[in-house]
Protein backbone atom coordinates (compact mmCIF):
# COMPACT_ATOMS: atom_id res chain seq x y z
CA UNK A 1 0.00 0.00 0.00
CA UNK A 2 1.71 3.35 -1.06
CA UNK A 3 0.92 5.50 2.11
CA UNK A 4 -0.98 9.15 1.98
CA UNK A 5 0.61 11.74 2.27
CA UNK A 6 0.94 13.74 5.73
CA UNK A 7 -0.42 17.10 4.00
CA UNK A 8 -2.44 15.42 1.70
CA UNK A 9 -4.54 13.94 4.45
CA UNK A 10 -4.95 16.79 6.71
CA UNK A 11 -5.62 19.13 4.00
CA UNK A 12 -8.59 16.66 2.86
CA UNK A 13 -10.09 15.40 6.01
CA UNK A 14 -14.15 16.31 6.27
CA UNK A 15 -16.70 15.50 8.44
CA UNK A 16 -18.27 12.48 6.67
CA UNK A 17 -21.63 11.36 8.66
CA UNK A 18 -23.43 9.60 5.24
CA UNK A 19 -21.60 5.85 6.46
CA UNK A 20 -22.50 2.69 4.63
CA UNK A 21 -23.50 -0.18 7.27
CA UNK A 22 -20.48 -2.37 5.44
CA UNK A 23 -18.24 -3.94 8.71
CA UNK A 24 -14.49 -2.73 8.57
CA UNK A 25 -12.02 -5.28 8.28
CA UNK A 26 -10.24 -6.09 11.71
CA UNK A 27 -6.65 -4.68 9.89
CA UNK A 28 -7.77 -1.79 9.17
CA UNK A 29 -9.60 -1.19 12.12
CA UNK A 30 -6.34 -2.11 14.07
CA UNK A 31 -4.41 0.51 11.92
CA UNK A 32 -6.64 3.46 12.97
CA UNK A 33 -6.23 2.26 16.61
CA UNK A 34 -2.80 2.22 16.66
CA UNK A 35 -2.35 5.88 15.04
CA UNK A 36 -4.51 6.88 17.93
CA UNK A 37 -1.77 5.52 20.57
CA UNK A 38 1.06 7.03 18.65
CA UNK A 39 -0.50 11.02 19.85
CA UNK A 40 1.41 12.67 22.31
CA UNK A 41 -0.38 13.48 26.13
CA UNK A 42 0.81 14.78 29.13
CA UNK A 43 3.83 13.01 30.62
CA UNK A 44 3.39 9.71 27.86
CA UNK A 45 0.48 8.98 30.75
CA UNK A 46 -2.40 8.24 27.93
CA UNK A 47 -4.62 9.09 30.62
CA UNK A 48 -7.30 7.80 27.25
CA UNK A 49 -9.34 4.66 26.49
CA UNK A 50 -11.48 3.99 23.35
CA UNK A 51 -14.75 1.44 23.66
CA UNK A 52 -14.85 0.39 19.90
CA UNK A 53 -19.16 -0.23 19.91
CA UNK A 54 -20.27 -2.83 17.32
CA UNK A 55 -22.85 -4.43 18.83
CA UNK A 56 -25.82 -4.26 18.02
CA UNK A 57 -27.71 -3.09 21.15
CA UNK A 58 -25.50 -0.79 22.50
CA UNK A 59 -25.71 0.73 19.00
CA UNK A 60 -29.25 1.37 19.20
CA UNK A 61 -29.27 2.46 22.72
CA UNK A 62 -25.98 5.17 21.95
CA UNK A 63 -28.47 5.90 18.57
CA UNK A 64 -31.15 6.52 20.82
CA UNK A 65 -29.49 8.94 23.20
CA UNK A 66 -27.71 10.57 20.32
CA UNK A 67 -31.33 11.52 17.71
CA UNK A 68 -33.15 12.75 21.17
CA UNK A 69 -29.99 15.06 21.42
CA UNK A 70 -29.03 15.60 17.45
CA UNK A 71 -32.60 17.24 17.03
CA UNK A 72 -32.34 19.81 20.09
CA UNK A 73 -29.19 20.64 18.40
CA UNK A 74 -30.36 21.36 14.91
CA UNK A 75 -33.68 23.09 15.65
CA UNK A 76 -31.77 25.90 17.36
CA UNK A 77 -29.01 26.01 14.47
CA UNK A 78 -31.76 26.40 12.43
CA UNK A 79 -32.76 29.43 14.05
CA UNK A 80 -29.41 31.03 14.11
CA UNK A 81 -29.63 30.27 10.10
CA UNK A 82 -32.41 32.58 9.53
CA UNK A 83 -29.94 35.60 10.34
CA UNK A 84 -27.10 34.19 7.91
CA UNK A 85 -26.04 35.30 4.32
CA UNK A 86 -27.36 33.11 1.85
CA UNK A 87 -24.05 30.86 1.06
CA UNK A 88 -23.41 30.39 4.82
CA UNK A 89 -27.18 29.21 5.22
CA UNK A 90 -26.96 26.92 2.03
CA UNK A 91 -23.79 25.54 3.84
CA UNK A 92 -25.49 25.33 7.27
CA UNK A 93 -28.40 23.57 5.73
CA UNK A 94 -26.04 20.85 3.66
CA UNK A 95 -24.43 20.25 6.91
CA UNK A 96 -27.72 19.76 9.04
CA UNK A 97 -29.05 17.40 6.26
CA UNK A 98 -25.70 15.09 6.75
CA UNK A 99 -26.52 15.28 10.59
CA UNK A 100 -29.66 13.92 10.32
CA UNK A 101 -28.95 11.39 7.67
CA UNK A 102 -26.29 10.32 10.96
CA UNK A 103 -28.88 11.43 13.89
CA UNK A 104 -31.32 8.28 11.68
CA UNK A 105 -28.44 5.66 10.58
CA UNK A 106 -26.35 5.69 14.05
CA UNK A 107 -27.00 2.58 15.05
CA UNK A 108 -25.97 1.65 11.07
CA UNK A 109 -22.73 2.81 11.46
CA UNK A 110 -20.04 -0.44 11.71
CA UNK A 111 -18.55 0.81 14.76
CA UNK A 112 -18.91 3.97 16.60
CA UNK A 113 -15.47 4.77 18.84
CA UNK A 114 -16.32 5.98 22.23
CA UNK A 115 -13.20 8.29 23.51
CA UNK A 116 -12.91 8.37 27.57
CA UNK A 117 -10.18 9.98 29.65
CA UNK A 118 -8.87 9.72 32.94
CA UNK A 119 -8.35 13.59 34.74
CA UNK A 120 -6.72 11.95 37.93
CA UNK A 121 -4.00 10.89 35.47
CA UNK A 122 -3.35 14.22 33.98
CA UNK A 123 -1.87 17.68 34.97
CA UNK A 124 -4.78 20.06 34.38
CA UNK A 125 -2.92 23.76 34.46
CA UNK A 126 -6.17 25.77 33.88
CA UNK A 127 -8.44 24.12 36.59
CA UNK A 128 -8.53 26.99 38.87
CA UNK A 129 -8.30 29.72 36.46
CA UNK A 130 -11.58 31.74 36.11
CA UNK A 131 -13.38 30.36 32.87
CA UNK A 132 -13.93 27.02 31.50
CA UNK A 133 -10.91 24.36 31.43
CA UNK A 134 -9.34 22.83 28.51
CA UNK A 135 -6.27 21.36 29.28
CA UNK A 136 -7.13 17.86 29.70
CA UNK A 137 -8.24 17.59 26.36
CA UNK A 138 -4.82 18.29 25.46
CA UNK A 139 -3.97 14.70 26.15
CA UNK A 140 -6.75 13.14 24.51
CA UNK A 141 -8.25 14.92 21.26
CA UNK A 142 -4.63 14.73 19.47
CA UNK A 143 -4.87 11.10 19.63
CA UNK A 144 -8.77 11.52 18.52
CA UNK A 145 -7.08 13.68 14.99
CA UNK A 146 -4.53 11.03 14.69
CA UNK A 147 -7.48 8.45 14.27
CA UNK A 148 -9.57 10.57 12.09
CA UNK A 149 -6.30 11.18 9.90
CA UNK A 150 -6.07 7.38 9.98
CA UNK A 151 -9.58 7.10 9.14
CA UNK A 152 -8.70 9.21 5.87
CA UNK A 153 -5.95 7.29 5.09
CA UNK A 154 -8.11 4.39 5.12
CA UNK A 155 -11.01 5.86 2.83
CA UNK A 156 -13.39 5.61 5.92
CA UNK A 157 -15.75 8.22 6.84
CA UNK A 158 -15.59 9.74 10.21
CA UNK A 159 -16.80 12.75 12.24
CA UNK A 160 -16.03 13.83 15.44
CA UNK A 161 -19.61 14.14 18.21
CA UNK A 162 -19.70 15.27 21.85
CA UNK A 163 -23.34 15.46 21.61
CA UNK A 164 -23.34 11.92 23.94
CA UNK A 165 -21.36 13.69 26.88
CA UNK A 166 -24.27 15.68 27.69
CA UNK A 167 -25.85 12.35 28.33
CA UNK A 168 -22.61 10.88 29.84
CA UNK A 169 -23.99 9.04 32.62
CA UNK A 170 -26.10 7.03 30.56
CA UNK A 171 -23.33 6.08 28.50
CA UNK A 172 -21.29 5.50 31.70
CA UNK A 173 -23.69 2.57 32.50
CA UNK A 174 -24.30 1.20 29.02
CA UNK A 175 -20.81 0.66 28.42
CA UNK A 176 -19.67 0.00 32.22
CA UNK A 177 -17.23 2.90 31.92
CA UNK A 178 -15.93 3.31 35.40
CA UNK A 179 -15.87 5.70 37.91
CA UNK A 180 -13.57 8.23 37.53
CA UNK A 181 -13.64 8.12 33.47
CA UNK A 182 -15.46 10.63 31.47
CA UNK A 183 -16.28 10.58 27.95
CA UNK A 184 -14.82 12.91 25.49
CA UNK A 185 -16.66 12.32 22.61
CA UNK A 186 -18.05 9.09 20.15
CA UNK A 187 -17.01 9.32 16.50
CA UNK A 188 -19.02 7.10 13.99
CA UNK A 189 -16.50 5.27 11.56
CA UNK A 190 -17.33 3.53 8.21
CA UNK A 191 -16.97 3.74 4.66
CA UNK A 192 -18.66 6.43 3.09
CA UNK A 193 -22.15 6.76 0.59
CA UNK A 194 -21.09 9.65 -1.32
CA UNK A 195 -17.56 10.40 -2.21
CA UNK A 196 -16.24 11.02 1.00
CA UNK A 197 -13.68 12.88 2.04
CA UNK A 198 -12.16 15.54 -0.28
CA UNK A 199 -11.70 19.55 -0.18
CA UNK A 200 -12.41 21.78 2.97
CA UNK A 201 -13.45 25.07 3.85
CA UNK A 202 -10.86 27.25 6.00
CA UNK A 203 -10.32 30.56 7.30
CA UNK A 204 -7.00 31.27 5.75
CA UNK A 205 -3.41 31.65 7.57
CA UNK A 206 -3.53 35.85 7.59
CA UNK A 207 -6.92 35.41 9.35
CA UNK A 208 -5.63 32.92 12.16
CA UNK A 209 -2.77 33.98 13.34
CA UNK A 210 -0.72 37.11 14.73
CA UNK A 211 2.43 37.74 15.13
CA UNK A 212 3.86 39.06 18.10
CA UNK A 213 1.13 40.31 19.80
CA UNK A 214 -3.06 39.93 19.18
CA UNK A 215 -3.79 41.52 16.39
CA UNK A 216 -1.00 41.97 14.29
CA UNK A 217 0.11 40.45 11.29
CA UNK A 218 3.11 37.78 11.39
CA UNK B 1 10.07 17.83 -1.97
CA UNK B 2 8.93 14.47 -1.40
CA UNK B 3 6.21 14.48 1.04
CA UNK B 4 6.47 12.63 4.42
CA UNK B 5 3.88 9.85 4.31
CA UNK B 6 1.41 9.63 7.32
CA UNK B 7 1.52 7.04 9.83
CA UNK B 8 5.44 7.48 9.13
CA UNK B 9 4.95 10.69 10.17
CA UNK B 10 2.75 9.84 13.35
CA UNK B 11 4.97 7.32 14.33
CA UNK B 12 7.85 9.54 14.67
CA UNK B 13 6.62 12.40 16.44
CA UNK B 14 8.56 12.91 19.56
CA UNK B 15 9.08 15.64 22.15
CA UNK B 16 11.68 17.27 21.11
CA UNK B 17 13.08 19.57 23.85
CA UNK B 18 16.81 20.91 22.93
CA UNK B 19 15.74 23.58 20.19
CA UNK B 20 18.76 25.24 17.84
CA UNK B 21 18.41 28.99 18.05
CA UNK B 22 18.36 29.53 14.28
CA UNK B 23 15.58 31.37 12.33
CA UNK B 24 13.03 29.36 10.99
CA UNK B 25 12.10 30.03 7.29
CA UNK B 26 8.96 31.97 6.65
CA UNK B 27 7.79 29.35 3.86
CA UNK B 28 8.39 26.44 6.29
CA UNK B 29 6.36 28.88 9.03
CA UNK B 30 3.12 29.54 6.79
CA UNK B 31 2.90 25.40 6.11
CA UNK B 32 2.88 24.44 9.53
CA UNK B 33 0.34 26.78 10.84
CA UNK B 34 -1.89 26.11 7.37
CA UNK B 35 -1.72 22.93 8.86
CA UNK B 36 -3.49 23.46 11.99
CA UNK B 37 -6.33 26.03 10.17
CA UNK B 38 -7.17 22.18 8.38
CA UNK B 39 -7.84 20.22 11.79
CA UNK B 40 -11.59 20.44 12.48
CA UNK B 41 -13.70 22.46 14.56
CA UNK B 42 -17.49 22.25 16.19
CA UNK B 43 -19.71 23.77 13.76
CA UNK B 44 -16.55 24.76 11.71
CA UNK B 45 -16.07 27.47 13.30
CA UNK B 46 -12.35 27.48 14.30
CA UNK B 47 -12.77 29.09 17.61
CA UNK B 48 -8.64 29.35 17.96
CA UNK B 49 -5.87 31.63 17.17
CA UNK B 50 -2.20 31.64 17.48
CA UNK B 51 0.27 34.50 18.50
CA UNK B 52 3.86 33.61 17.23
CA UNK B 53 6.21 35.10 19.54
CA UNK B 54 9.56 35.98 18.28
CA UNK B 55 10.38 39.28 20.20
CA UNK B 56 12.86 38.78 22.26
CA UNK B 57 11.59 40.97 25.33
CA UNK B 58 8.16 39.05 24.79
CA UNK B 59 10.24 35.35 24.78
CA UNK B 60 12.38 36.21 27.22
CA UNK B 61 9.32 37.59 29.49
CA UNK B 62 7.64 33.89 29.05
CA UNK B 63 11.22 31.92 29.36
CA UNK B 64 10.77 33.53 33.24
CA UNK B 65 7.37 32.97 33.75
CA UNK B 66 7.56 29.31 32.10
CA UNK B 67 10.93 28.14 34.39
CA UNK B 68 9.62 29.13 37.58
CA UNK B 69 6.78 26.78 37.06
CA UNK B 70 8.96 23.95 35.09
CA UNK B 71 11.59 24.40 38.27
CA UNK B 72 8.04 23.41 40.41
CA UNK B 73 7.10 20.62 38.16
CA UNK B 74 10.03 19.25 37.94
CA UNK B 75 11.03 18.83 41.78
CA UNK B 76 7.70 17.35 42.41
CA UNK B 77 8.77 14.83 39.67
CA UNK B 78 11.89 13.76 41.29
CA UNK B 79 9.92 12.59 44.51
CA UNK B 80 7.83 10.63 42.28
CA UNK B 81 10.53 8.96 40.74
CA UNK B 82 11.93 7.62 43.80
CA UNK B 83 9.53 5.12 43.87
CA UNK B 84 9.40 4.18 40.35
CA UNK B 85 10.81 0.79 39.22
CA UNK B 86 14.62 1.63 37.27
CA UNK B 87 13.85 1.93 33.44
CA UNK B 88 10.67 4.23 34.14
CA UNK B 89 13.02 6.20 36.42
CA UNK B 90 15.78 6.14 34.11
CA UNK B 91 13.25 7.48 31.32
CA UNK B 92 12.28 10.07 33.54
CA UNK B 93 15.80 11.53 33.97
CA UNK B 94 15.77 11.60 30.12
CA UNK B 95 12.66 13.88 30.01
CA UNK B 96 13.44 16.08 33.07
CA UNK B 97 17.26 16.71 31.61
CA UNK B 98 15.69 17.71 28.55
CA UNK B 99 13.13 19.87 29.96
CA UNK B 100 16.00 21.19 32.39
CA UNK B 101 17.54 22.21 28.81
CA UNK B 102 13.52 24.07 27.59
CA UNK B 103 13.33 26.03 30.34
CA UNK B 104 16.57 27.03 30.68
CA UNK B 105 17.11 28.05 26.73
CA UNK B 106 12.59 29.05 26.00
CA UNK B 107 13.70 32.58 25.09
CA UNK B 108 16.64 31.41 22.47
CA UNK B 109 14.03 29.37 20.82
CA UNK B 110 13.69 30.51 17.10
CA UNK B 111 9.13 30.66 18.09
CA UNK B 112 7.28 30.21 20.58
CA UNK B 113 3.57 29.65 19.29
CA UNK B 114 0.67 29.96 21.97
CA UNK B 115 -2.85 28.60 21.27
CA UNK B 116 -5.92 30.89 22.06
CA UNK B 117 -9.25 29.58 22.39
CA UNK B 118 -12.93 31.05 22.77
CA UNK B 119 -15.66 29.29 24.62
CA UNK B 120 -18.33 31.23 23.63
CA UNK B 121 -17.36 30.26 19.80
CA UNK B 122 -17.82 26.39 21.21
CA UNK B 123 -21.27 24.08 22.07
CA UNK B 124 -19.38 22.51 25.29
CA UNK B 125 -21.07 19.71 25.68
CA UNK B 126 -19.63 18.73 29.23
CA UNK B 127 -20.06 22.10 30.74
CA UNK B 128 -22.75 21.36 33.25
CA UNK B 129 -21.41 17.42 33.78
CA UNK B 130 -20.04 16.97 37.74
CA UNK B 131 -16.57 16.41 36.59
CA UNK B 132 -13.78 19.35 35.19
CA UNK B 133 -14.71 19.96 31.25
CA UNK B 134 -12.64 18.58 28.68
CA UNK B 135 -14.68 19.19 25.01
CA UNK B 136 -13.62 22.74 24.54
CA UNK B 137 -10.17 21.17 24.02
CA UNK B 138 -12.22 19.44 21.54
CA UNK B 139 -11.85 22.90 18.63
CA UNK B 140 -8.25 23.10 19.51
CA UNK B 141 -5.90 20.30 20.10
CA UNK B 142 -6.50 19.04 16.86
CA UNK B 143 -5.42 21.59 15.10
CA UNK B 144 -2.47 21.80 17.94
CA UNK B 145 -1.55 18.33 16.49
CA UNK B 146 -1.70 19.02 12.83
CA UNK B 147 0.82 21.67 13.63
CA UNK B 148 3.34 19.15 15.59
CA UNK B 149 2.64 16.54 12.88
CA UNK B 150 3.39 19.31 10.40
CA UNK B 151 6.90 19.97 12.28
CA UNK B 152 7.95 16.62 12.12
CA UNK B 153 7.48 16.84 8.63
CA UNK B 154 9.32 20.41 8.15
CA UNK B 155 12.12 18.42 10.43
CA UNK B 156 11.38 20.99 13.43
CA UNK B 157 11.50 20.20 16.47
CA UNK B 158 8.73 20.58 19.11
CA UNK B 159 6.78 20.03 22.15
CA UNK B 160 3.38 21.11 23.40
CA UNK B 161 3.61 22.58 27.05
CA UNK B 162 0.26 23.56 29.19
CA UNK B 163 2.30 25.17 31.70
CA UNK B 164 2.10 28.74 31.11
CA UNK B 165 -1.73 28.32 31.32
CA UNK B 166 -1.14 28.54 35.34
CA UNK B 167 -0.47 32.37 34.99
CA UNK B 168 -2.36 33.08 31.83
CA UNK B 169 -3.42 36.59 33.09
CA UNK B 170 0.45 37.25 32.66
CA UNK B 171 0.52 36.28 29.34
CA UNK B 172 -2.76 37.64 28.06
CA UNK B 173 -1.32 40.86 28.95
CA UNK B 174 1.98 40.32 27.70
CA UNK B 175 0.52 39.46 24.68
CA UNK B 176 -2.41 41.70 24.37
CA UNK B 177 -4.92 38.73 24.00
CA UNK B 178 -8.62 40.04 24.75
CA UNK B 179 -10.91 39.36 27.31
CA UNK B 180 -12.66 35.98 26.69
CA UNK B 181 -9.58 34.24 25.00
CA UNK B 182 -8.27 31.95 27.10
CA UNK B 183 -4.84 29.96 26.08
CA UNK B 184 -4.62 26.88 25.26
CA UNK B 185 -0.78 25.96 25.15
CA UNK B 186 2.74 27.04 24.12
CA UNK B 187 4.68 25.33 21.83
CA UNK B 188 8.18 26.37 21.01
CA UNK B 189 9.36 25.11 17.92
CA UNK B 190 13.04 25.04 16.01
CA UNK B 191 15.53 22.92 14.19
CA UNK B 192 16.84 20.32 17.04
CA UNK B 193 20.04 19.72 18.89
CA UNK B 194 20.32 16.38 18.42
CA UNK B 195 18.84 13.86 16.57
CA UNK B 196 15.09 15.46 17.16
CA UNK B 197 11.91 13.12 15.83
CA UNK B 198 12.18 9.40 16.00
CA UNK B 199 11.26 5.90 17.63
CA UNK B 200 8.45 6.39 20.56
CA UNK B 201 7.20 4.51 23.66
CA UNK B 202 3.52 3.84 23.57
CA UNK B 203 1.44 1.54 24.95
CA UNK B 204 0.06 -1.22 22.69
CA UNK B 205 -3.86 -0.97 21.24
CA UNK B 206 -4.33 -4.17 23.39
CA UNK B 207 -4.11 -2.12 26.48
CA UNK B 208 -6.00 1.32 25.40
CA UNK B 209 -8.98 0.18 23.36
CA UNK B 210 -11.88 -2.29 24.53
CA UNK B 211 -14.76 -4.10 22.57
CA UNK B 212 -18.22 -3.21 22.97
CA UNK B 213 -17.67 -3.09 26.86
CA UNK B 214 -14.98 -1.82 29.34
CA UNK B 215 -12.34 -3.96 30.16
CA UNK B 216 -13.25 -6.39 27.53
CA UNK B 217 -10.65 -7.13 24.41
CA UNK B 218 -11.94 -6.05 21.41
Not at 29 to 39: C, F, K, M
Not at 62 to 76: D, Q, S, V
Request: proline fraction near 6%; include cysteine; glycine fraction near 10%.
Amino acid sequence: MSEVGLYEAMSTLRAVRRLRPDPIPEDVLQRVLEAATWAPTGGNRQPWRIVVVRNGDAKARLATLYAERWKRFAGGYEKLMAGMPEEAAAESRKMLDAGDYLADHFAATPAVLVFCFNPRDMAITDAKLDRISVVGGGSVYPAVQNLLLACRAEGLGCTLTTLLCECESEVQALLGIPEGWGTACAIPIGYPQRSGHGPIRRRPVAKMVYGDHWGEAL
